[in-house]
Each structure stands twice: as C-alpha cells, then as structure tokens.
C-alpha cells in the first residue's frame, strides 16, 4: 500500500478559537515498562488488545494524512515507544517517507542508549526523556523499576550522537521538590532542557491529589534563588507550551510547562491519536473521534479519516474551560489513563 499522501490540501487547520492545528502526537503502544505511582495506580489495569492497535502501516498514513493538513511536527509518544517490537526501525520509515515532517520522540529513557546511534543516522533529531528524580533508591520507588542507571546511559548516549535532548520532570511537591537544585546543576553541566511539568489530574488511575501539585511560580521563584535566569522567548510555531530560561552560567536551559497554574490553552496546536486509533483533541477533553475503523474499511479509508479530522479539529475546545469545573476537586477527571492517551 502507498502510505504517501503527497498533496497537500488548501489552507490551514484551522479550530473556531482561531488556533492553527500543526502538531500530532502519536502514541504507538499504551504499555510500559515502568510503574510510575503517578500515572498508573491500579492493579488490575488491562491493556489494549493488540488487534485493536494501531499497525505501523496505519500509523504512517496517519501521519501522511496529517502533513496534508499541514501538521508538520510529529511527536511519536506511548506508553513507552521503544517497548513495540520494531520500534526503531519505524522511525527510520517514517523519515525516509516524510523527510520534511518534524519528527520527535518521548521516551521514559531505559531502553533508549542502544538505539540512539541508528536514530541519528535515520534523522532523529530530538528526543524527550522522562526523568522525575536523579536518586536511584527514589527512582524506584517512583517507578517500581531500578532502571535509573539504563535513563542516565541513555541521555548520556544521545548528547554523544549530538541528538538534542529535554528532560521532562513531572513536579511533584513533597517527592522531588528537594531535588531542584540537583536538576539545576544537570542543566547547568549539560546541555540539555531540564523542565518541570504540573502534575494534571488525568486518567482514573491517576494518584492526582492537590496535596502534590507543586505550581510552576513556586519552582521559578525558587530557582531563581539558586541560579541567574533569563527568560528565552523562542519564535517559531514549534517552540511548545514551555516558558523556558535561559542559565548564563551553565550550558542548558529551564522550562516550566503549568498547564493548570497558568494554561496555554490560547496557543495550544495539538492532536493527540491514541494507539488503538482514537484521534482527542484536547487532552482534558474524553471526546474522541474513532479512525482506526474507517482506516480498516474497504468502503471508508483515508479520504473518510481526512473528514473527521478536518471536522473534529473546527470543533477542538478550550481545555481551560474544562478545567474551571474541576479546579476544587481533589480528584481526577479524565476517564483514559495517560499512558493510554500518550502524553
């Protein structure tokens, strides 16, 4: 089959709050390897059969159709991407078929330092790698894995092959608040984007509780108190939803992502596809759009998915609103997990 959709449609994605649609998230597997308390607390969670995952075929005219409405960053999230079998060999495929998209990957790291030779040579340039503490004994306990050796080879193995890379730390007051200075220093002695992302309330396993949000101005301010900050106000439709700082005195950069302190709904430009093919708009949205059925059908295929993009994208909301409804719970309120969302 030709996964190539080379003509592009006329104009832009554009929703009806005049936000420019150019950014897709696909999540290509909703397990892990991990058992991060924060993201996955039940134990009798089910995952996706795997008929009903989304083949690599599929994913590649996902993105095909895509860039035909001008999304033309790609970010391939899980779960955790490199557990699939093949994994590396995918994105290979999908920049030698789509060169001109703007391929990025997140990862939680463990598996990540014996692929990043072949990921530099297929052209992978940047990679996200989760990374919640620099303590091994709490890395466990955060994650269920001792695996804290396997994340730092694998940040270590893609600075080496000149790949960029950004550290996401999910801020959790209570847990890793001691640890700023630490991070600091790793953004200081390398070159690298540490940045602390709000803890959100998603998915029904979550273990969201206000006791350990930990809001983006307090990290700043104290930051701020241990090192020179300069704000870095990147251009460019993909510089993403952080405010990042520059650090005179060290090699990296700080970024603060506060979705739920200080949202950036007004420039939010994503897709998110799950990996059973269900295109979400908003991430605090459950409405989903379901494609992996009409990708599947003989009487519907592609130009039918094209549709429901074009449609489900006019009508993407406002994530903020959403959040107002919620913003005294102590409580969750996305139904779908976010290893099943991908991110």
């Known amino acids: 089959m030709d996964t190539k959709y080379s003509t592009p449609l006329p104009g832009s994605l554009v929703d009806q709050h005049g936000r420019r649609i150019s950014y897709l998230r696909l999540s290509l597997t909703d397990r892990c390897n991990l058992r991060c308390f924060y993201c996955n607390t039940c134990a009798d969670y089910t995952f996706i059969p795997h008929q009903r995952i989304l083949t690599y075929e599929e994913c590649l005219q996902l993105i095909g159709l895509a860039s035909r409405l001008g999304l033309s960053k790609v970010r391939l999230t899980g779960g955790e991407p490199l557990v699939r079998r093949d994994c590396t060999r995918f994105v290979e495929r999908v920049l030698e078929q789509y060169p001109e998209v703007d391929l990025r990957m997140t990862t939680n790291g463990t598996l990540l330092a ?143 992502i506060s979705p739920m302190s200080d949202h950036f709904c007004a420039r939010c430009n994503r897709f998110r596809i799950t990996a059973d093919g269900r295109l979400r708009t908003c991430l605090f949205s459950d409405r989903e759009y379901s494609l992996r059925p009409l990708l599947r059908s003989p009487k519907h295929g592609p130009e039918a998915v094209l549709k429901v993009l074009q449609a489900a994208g006019r009508k993407k909301p406002f994530g903020s609103q959403l959040l107002e409804q919620f913003a005294q719970a102590d409580d969750s309120f996305c139904r779908r997990d976010m290893n099943a969302i991908g991110g």
Request: aromatic fraction near 8%.
């Open 114 to 256: 014996p692929e990043a030779r072949r990921f530099r040579a297929a052209g992978l340039q940047r990679v996200n790698v989760s990374l919640d503490t620099l303590d091994r004994a709490k890395f466990q306990r955060i994650t269920g894995r001792d695996y804290y050796s396997r994340v730092r080879r694998g940040i270590d193995a893609c600075l080496e092959e000149g790949i960029q890379v950004k550290v996401n730390v999910v801020a959790l007051k209570g847990i890793n608040d001691q640890e700023l200075p630490d991070f600091l220093r790793m953004a200081l002695d390398n070159p690298v984007d540490v940045r602390f992302i709000e803890f959100m309330p998603v998915g029904h396993c979550s273990a969201w509780s206000t006791s350990v949000f930990w809001p983006a101005e307090d990290i700043l301010r104290k930051a701020g108190e241990i090192t020179v900050l300069e704000p870095d106000h990147a251009p460019g439709e993909h510089s993403g939803p952080a405010r990042m700082y520059r650090l005179p005195e060290g090699r990296g950069r700080l970024g603060l």
